[in-house]
């Protein structure tokens, strides 16, 4: 089941990832995802959220996401 969960969450934060214009957006929806995806493997949610959200902030720097 968690399996499912998780491939869910990734196909909908992928779709949306082209609707994030600017750091915060992509902070904020990183650090949701982060958490989410943490829990649902049974790590922490706040470790979880600071990665996501540092990922979503530093993405375009790195040239992941456009």
Do not use: Q
Request: net charge negative; with cysteine; aromatic share 2%.
């Amino acid at each position: 089941m968690k399996i499912v969960k998780l491939s869910g969450l990734m196909a909908i934060a992928l779709s949306l990832s082209g609707c994030l214009d600017t750091d915060t957006e992509r902070g904020l929806a990183g650090a949701a995802g982060g958490a989410v995806i943490a829990d649902v493997t049974g790590g922490s949610a706040v470790t979880g959220a600071v990665i996501g959200g540092a990922a979503g902030v530093f993405c375009d720097d790195l040239g992941v996401c456009k």
